[in-house]
């Protein structure tokens, strides 16, 4: 009887652990960051953290995979609406402020896994869950128009995931950004990309 609030409790805390592991990892970078640092941010002691998490690597994992789970979770939600290019476009405004929102932690991730062959292969992983699913996605719109190419639609969900990935990095070069502005341009260039 008690199990189940245990684990709503456990589940709390771990992503309490894996905030303010972002939040570390954001400011000192993932090295800088120790599980000292991580656990004195929220009141807690370090060992604790090992009852959740072996590694800074294991929390990078499931920051990454609670972000897979995000963009598998949106790409679900498209399936089988009628105008599926229509409600891939009304997510842009969401998607390109997630990405600004998240670029100094997934930056960090990402030079992490510059030097870092396991958490590579975790963002690679990831990634090729993620485009297999858009692809999926891509195909009910792309197969409409022009005969199915494989080739084609993955270089088109490559394209547009790079379009997002792009915005991360232009969200640090560029603080000022005018969402608005930029959103619009972006659904543009993405119905060019999904509309031949």
Do not use: W
């Amino acid at each position: 009887m008690n199990s189940p609030a245990l684990s709503h409790k456990a589940e709390l805390r771990r992503q309490q652990i894996l905030d303010a592991a972002g939040q570390c990892f954001k400011k000192s970078g993932f090295h800088g960051a120790s599980m000292s640092e991580i656990a004195k941010s929220f009141g807690m002691s370090a060992g604790h953290i090992y009852n959740y998490f072996d590694s800074k690597e294991a929390i990078i994992e499931a920051i990454v995979q609670q972000d897979m789970e995000h963009s598998l979770e949106k790409i679900a939600n498209l399936h089988g609406k009628g105008d599926l290019l229509g409600a891939i476009l009304a997510t842009v405004d969401e998607g390109l402020q997630r990405r600004i929102q998240r670029s100094a932690l997934d930056t960090e991730v990402l030079a992490e896994a510059c030097r870092n062959p396991r958490v590579a292969k975790i963002i690679q992983e990831a990634d090729l869950t993620i485009r297999g699913k858009l692809q999926a996605l891509l195909t009910e719109i792309v197969s409409a128009k022009t005969p199915r190419c494989p080739k084609t639609i993955g270089a088109k969900a490559a394209v547009l995931m790079a379009l997002f990935d792009g915005m991360m990095i232009r969200g640090i070069r560029q603080p000022d950004l005018n969402q608005p502005e930029l959103a619009k341009t972006l659904r543009c260039a993405i119905r060019d990309l999904l509309d031949n």
